[in-house]
C-alpha cells in the first residue's frame, strides 16, 4: 500500500483574512464617514443655533428699546394772559419735552394735581424723537398762597410708545424759580396788595 500524502494548502486560508481585512478596512471607513458627516451636521447646527439665539436676541432687544420711556419736563412761559380770583391764578403755560429715551414717543396726554396747583394738558398730541424736544401746551391753575412749595410736583404723562402701547410715566416738575412761578407771581401780587 502506497502512503497516502495530506496535502494543506496554506495558500487558501491566506485569501479568506485578506477578504475579511478589506471588509474590516471598509466598514472603519464607512464609520469615518458617517461620523465626519455627523460632526458636521452638529458644527452646522450650532453655527445655526447661534444665529438664531443672536437674531431672537436682537429682536428681544429691539422690542424692549421700544418700550422704554425716559424723559425731562420743563415749565416754560406761554403766558398769553390769565386771571386771578380769590387767590388763584389760571393761566395758560407750556411744557418743553426732552425725550432721552432711546425711541421715539408720543405724548397723548399731561395732567398734575396736588393741594393749590391743578396742570392740564389741551392741544394736540405730540410726537418726540429720541434726543428731540417738542412743547406741550397746558392750563394751569394755581393758587398764590400754596402753589409754590419745595417739593417738585410729580407731572404724570400718557405715552404712546414705538409698539403703540400707552404707558403712563412720571416726571417731578420743580415749580419754585420757573417760568410758572413768574407768570403766576405777576397775577398775585397786585391781589395781594388790595
Known amino acids: ?3 497516502e500524502h495530506v496535502v ?3 495558500d487558501e486560508h491566506g485569501r479568506e483574512p485578506a477578504e475579511r481585512s478589506d471588509i474590516t478596512h471598509g466598514n472603519v471607513a464607512n464609520r469615518r464617514n458617517v461620523l465626519l458627516a455627523l460632526v458636521a451636521a452638529f458644527v452646522i447646527g450650532v453655527v445655526l443655533g447661534g444665529i438664531g439665539v443672536g437674531e431672537l436676541r436682537d429682536s428681544r432687544a429691539q422690542r424692549e428699546r421700544s418700550t422704554v420711556v425716559s424723559l ?4 416754560e412761559s406761554g403766558y398769553s394772559g390769565g386771571s386771578n ?3 388763584t391764578v389760571v393761566l ?18 399731561v395732567q398734575a394735581e396736588r393741594p393749590g396747583v391743578q396742570v392740564r394738558g389741551v392741544g394736540q398730541a405730540r410726537h418726540v424723537r429720541p434726543g428731540g424736544t417738542g412743547q406741550i401746551a397746558v392750563d394751569l391753575q394755581l393758587e398764590c398762597a400754596t402753589a409754590f412749595d419745595l417739593e417738585p410736583l410729580s407731572v ?3 405715552v ?3 409698539d403703540r402701547r400707552l404707558r ?3 416726571y417731578p416738575v420743580a415749580l419754585v424759580g420757573s417760568a410758572w412761578q413768574e407768570d403766576a407771581m405777576r397775577l398775585c401780587e397786585p391781589r395781594l396788595d388790595s
Not at 425731562?72 to 415749565?75: G, I
Not at 395758560?92 to 396726554?109: F, S
Open 168 to 170: 403712563e410715566v412720571r
Open 92 to 109: 395758560n403755560g407750556q411744557l418743553t419735552l426732552i425725550n432721552t429715551g432711546p425711541a421715539p414717543i408720543t405724548i397723548r396726554a
Open 160 to 162: 404712546e410708545t414705538e
Open 8 to 10: 494543506i494548502d496554506l
Open 156 to 158: 404724570r404723562f400718557s
Open 1 to 3: 500500500m502506497a502512503a
Open 85 to 87: 380770583s380769590r387767590g
Open 72 to 75: 425731562v419736563a420743563l415749565p
